[in-house]
């Protein structure tokens, strides 16, 4: 039997992979909703996801999946976001006209000088680039950078931009360069009424959420899916795990299996060994960390905000750095007549804004949403707070090392196979979640142990070149 720690959707997909073969499987879960960071919350008639979560994939066989999954309930989605900028919206993709072109002829001269300057200076000097401030200006030029990089980066991750490794952005959008950018907008430009996949996405009808709801009830036609059930020590012996004690009401309960496969945030995991790891492990776990993020949702008197998929908020003035309105997604979202609108505020888990009541940050978010122009503070009818932990990996500077002297001990335990987002330390998307898992469960039906490092090898480390830079997600 296979016991999965976690039903986000890496551990859904990887229990999902071997029900469908037939195999036993039990996944563990501490929420008592499944989905992870992919899930959708209620509130009364409304639904949201938390920030709105858009599925994209060019793997086939896993397009086929969740549309098998989800069949008629998935919808295609319009995408059109904007950037605010120096109290402009900007379109997002960034087009040529609005990103280089559309910030007078000044600013447009200066994006265009630096750009050649780096390429110059580029040629001749061989600075080793170790930060996201480096690549990006050695890609785009000090301009773009600070316009459109530095901001909402810093915002997202709450440190300088020169102590944020270069990996976050390179994975995401490597090979891209001013000059490819602004070729490939231009060939958008004249084809801007051909479709592409970035223009619209699929979106279950009922929210994100519906696609880990129809996982779970997958599984759960031959195999377990125990929620409200938070994994509280991983028992292990002889380079192997051994056992999971959870805890549910109040009870625990242990679960003995022949392997492992664990979606658990990787400090949490080596926190939860018993006996615990080496000091050498345990002093590395506690030099990475994890951004959290607060979900503020507004339930509003008001039938529409806006027609836009997400809008950005990089500047420092907006205490949020991204709100979407989910019955732009899916009319499904909100009641007849109604609205909500859903913002985003990057943080750390104790600080201020975590610790916010939700009086105040319902009120700071209408606030600000009020002095730019979406809403009037009597269109707010209710509100609801989410606080979430390990929302996204820090990639600071000296990160990987710490995370090879982890990881080089978890591989030496035959029968754990780790998974997902914050499972892996990786900056994963949905699609490459549910792929590590399926990978995963695909390694352990053929029993191997031996081919433990081929199937990490074979877990995409990111997704396949973005033609933009893709924001939070
Ligand atoms: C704001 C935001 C927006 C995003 N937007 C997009 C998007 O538009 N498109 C996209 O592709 N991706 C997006 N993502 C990324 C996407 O959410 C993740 O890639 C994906 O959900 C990760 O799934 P996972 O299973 O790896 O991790 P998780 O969803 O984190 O799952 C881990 C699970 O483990 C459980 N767990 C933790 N501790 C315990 C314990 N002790 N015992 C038992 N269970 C435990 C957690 O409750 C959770 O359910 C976004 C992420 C964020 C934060």
């Known amino acids: 039997m296979t016991v999965i720690l976690g039903a986000g959707l890496s551990g859904l997909s990887a229990a999902a992979w071997l029900t469908r073969a037939g195999r036993p499987a039990t996944v563990v879960e501490k929420d008592i909703q499944v989905g992870g960071l992919a899930r959708t919350v209620t509130h009364g008639d409304y639904r949201f996801d938390l920030g709105g979560h858009r599925f994209l994939t060019d793997n086939q066989q896993l397009q086929s999946f969740v549309s098998e999954l989800l069949g008629d309930d998935l919808l295609s989605v319009p995408r ?6 120096a109290g402009q919206y900007i379109d997002y993709p960034l087009t040529p006209l609005n990103a280089v072109f559309g910030m007078g002829p000044a600013k447009t001269g200066r994006i265009l000088l630096d750009y050649g300057k780096e390429k110059v200076l580029g040629a001749f000097r ?8 480096d690549w990006v200006v050695a890609q785009f030029g000090r301009t773009i950078f600070e316009l459109y990089f530095k901001n909402y980066s810093e915002k997202v991750w709450g440190i300088d931009s020169r102590n944020i490794s270069k990996d976050w952005v390179s994975k995401r959008i490597d090979g891209l360069s001013l000059g490819r950018f602004i070729q490939h907008s231009l060939v958008k430009f004249r084809r801007h009424r051909v479709k592409t996949l970035t223009d619209t996405f699929v979106y ?3 929210g994100i959420g519906q696609l880990a709801d129809r996982m779970s009830e997958l599984i759960q036609t031959k195999n377990v899916v125990k929620t409200g059930s938070a994994v509280e020590s991983i028992f292990h012996k002889q380079g192997r ?3 999971i004690q959870w805890a549910c009401a109040g009870k ?4 003995t299996g022949s392997s492992y496969i664990s979606s658990l945030p990787i400090t949490q995991f080596i926190a939860k060994m018993n006996p615990q790891p080496p000091d050498a492990v345990r002093s590395a776990a506690a030099r990475i960390r994890f951004r959290s993020l607060v979900v503020v949702a507004l339930f509003l008197k008001k039938r529409r905000l806006t027609d836009l998929t997400w809008m950005y908020f990089p500047e420092n003035t907006v205490p949020f750095g991204r709100i979407h309105e989910p019955k732009n997604w899916s009319s499904e979202l909100a009641p007849r007549g109604r609205s909500h609108v859903i913002a985003e505020y990057f943080c750390n888990t104790g600080d201020s804004i975590w610790q916010s009541s ?3 940050l319902s009120d700071l978010t209408a606030d600000h949403l009020e002095k730019l122009g979406f809403l009037a503070r009597s ?3 209710d509100s609801a707070v989410l606080r979430i932990p390990y929302a996204y990996p820090v990639f600071e500077l000296e990160y990987h090392r710490h995370l090879k002297i982890i990881t080089d001990f978890l591989d030496t335990f035959d029968n754990l196979h780790l998974i997902g987002r914050s499972g892996m330390f990786s900056y994963l998307n949905m699609d490459q979640a549910m792929e590590s898992g399926i990978l995963v469960a695909e390694k352990v039906m053929q029993g191997c142990t031996a081919e433990k ?3 990490k090898e074979a877990v995409p480390a990111s997704r396949p070149q973005y033609l933009q830079p893709e924001y939070s997600s």
């Open 80 to 85: 059109k976001s904007q950037i605010y900028i």
């Open 126 to 133: 061989h600075k080793k680039i170790t930060s996201l401030e």
């Open 204 to 206: 279950p009808r009922m």
């Open 241 to 243: 795990i051994t056992s």
């Open 252 to 255: 625990k309960h242990d679960i």
């Open 358 to 360: 939700e009086k105040a």
């Open 379 to 381: 269109d707010v009818l």
């Open 453 to 455: 490092a081929a199937a």
